[in-house]
């Protein structure tokens, strides 16, 4: 089988993927420039664990812990 097509289709995921990565941090900075008005201060236990109160964080670690649990879970069985 050729890999000329999937050559070509990684590397436009690629160039996709490092364009959305450019655009996220150029909007981010001006994002950052900008003071809204309606900003509020954080919270003192997010601002003090920044990493362990970020939901996004906390998905990542059930998700893998999931992950994990399901393959050893399906490596108990076979």
Do not use: C
């Amino acid at each position: 089988m050729s890999e000329g097509p999937y050559i070509g289709l990684i590397s436009f995921f690629i160039l996709i993927g490092v364009a959305g990565f450019f655009v996220t941090l150029r909007i981010a900075y001006r994002n950052s420039k900008v003071q809204d008005p309606k900003d509020e201060e954080v919270a003192k236990g997010p601002r003090a664990h920044n990493i362990l109160m970020n939901p996004v964080f906390i998905v990542y670690i059930l998700a893998t812990i999931f992950v994990i649990g399901y393959i050893i879970y399906w490596i108990m069985i076979t």
